[in-house]
């Protein structure tokens, strides 16, 4: 009798984007993705044109604390595209949250040229949690700039780090 092997191919995900400071947006569409993959990459893509609020350590660093309890969740950051980011590091997928139509619009164009540059690697889109559509770094950012409460938007356990951050 032949012995039948049964090889488990890693299913392993990218969710890039600057987490200028992560957001529960961003942490609601990692948590709901981690039962389809082995594997998620939060990764900051670096982008020399965009200046950020925050130090790209520290952005880590609360991806890190974030998903501190969830070992499927690896964090790292790179420069340069998205789809040679996930060939270097054998991802198949990329994770995208859509907010709305705009995003929609945006992300799928995105998608396509993604595709077209790597066909093996496959765009999967999230909707935002309705509850989280006004929800974005942005946001984060310019409530932080007028000295407005964060606790909505940003995960609790980094709230008053992102908060004491940014004075």
Not at 16 to 45: N, Y
Request: glycine share 6%.
């Amino acid at each position: 009798m032949d012995d039948v092997c049964c090889l488990k191919i890693m299913k392993k995900a990218v969710f890039s984007g600057s987490f200028d400071p992560i957001t529960k947006g961003h942490e609601d569409i990692i948590l709901r993705a981690l039962p389809l993959f082995d594997e998620i990459i939060v990764a900051i893509g670096i982008n020399i044109m965009k200046k950020n609020a925050f130090p790209l350590e520290q952005r880590l660093q609360w991806i890190k604390d974030v998903f501190s309890g969830y070992p499927k969740v690896k964090v790292a950051h790179y420069e340069g595209l998205t789809v040679d980011f996930c060939k270097e590091n054998g991802a198949g997928y990329i994770i995208r949250g859509l907010r709305g139509s705009i995003d929609l619009e945006y992300e799928s164009t995105i998608a396509e040229a993604n595709k077209k540059i790597n066909p093996e690697i496959e765009t999967v889109f999230f909707l935002t949690d309705p509850s989280l559509r006004c929800v974005s770094s942005t946001v984060v950012r310019d409530l932080l700039k007028h000295n407005a409460n964060i606790d909505g938007f940003v995960p609790s356990m980094i709230c008053n780090d992102v908060t004491n951050a940014i004075k």
